[in-house]
């Protein structure tokens, strides 16, 4: 099976740009569905966006639409998100999770990384 490990996050202020990266090894990348989640602290985790295996299409949740940008690289067997104009309610640890495309509309994934951090300061 596939292995993912999220970097990019840190410690920015508001207005400040990220791309997060999650790269995998093992498994044949480009057969894979990406999505990315997110868990604010006290809360729980949540679906940011989503991309199809070959990069098919794409979907967002609506928080996310406008500022997050998701891409893949199967060349590189890298999934991205890209976070513009970060607001303190981003703060959070953002997951990179791989799937069926079925795990696009149901949102069960069931290999996960173990996230990277994501602080954003006022």
């Known amino acids: 099976q596939v292995q993912l490990v999220e970097s990019g996050g840190g410690l920015v202020q508001a207005g400040d740009s990220l791309r997060l990266s999650c790269a995998a090894s093992?498994?044949?990348?480009?057969?894979?569905?990406l999505g990315w989640f997110r868990q604010a602290p006290g809360k729980e985790r949540e679906f940011a966006g989503g991309?199809?295996?070959?990069?098919?299409?794409?979907r967002y949740a609506g928080f996310a639409k406008g500022r997050f940008t998701i891409s893949r690289d199967d060349d590189k067997n890298t999934v991205y998100l890209q976070i513009n104009s970060l607001k303190p309610e981003d703060t959070a640890v953002y997951y990179c999770?791989?799937?069926?495309?079925?795990?696009?509309?149901?949102?069960?994934?069931?290999?996960w990384g173990q996230g990277t951090q994501v602080t954003v300061s006022s």
């Open positions: 999770a791989a799937g069926s495309e079925a795990s696009l509309t149901t949102y069960r994934f069931v290999i």
């Open positions: 093992g498994g044949t990348f480009s057969n894979y569905a």
């Open positions: 991309i199809g295996a070959r990069g098919r299409y794409i």
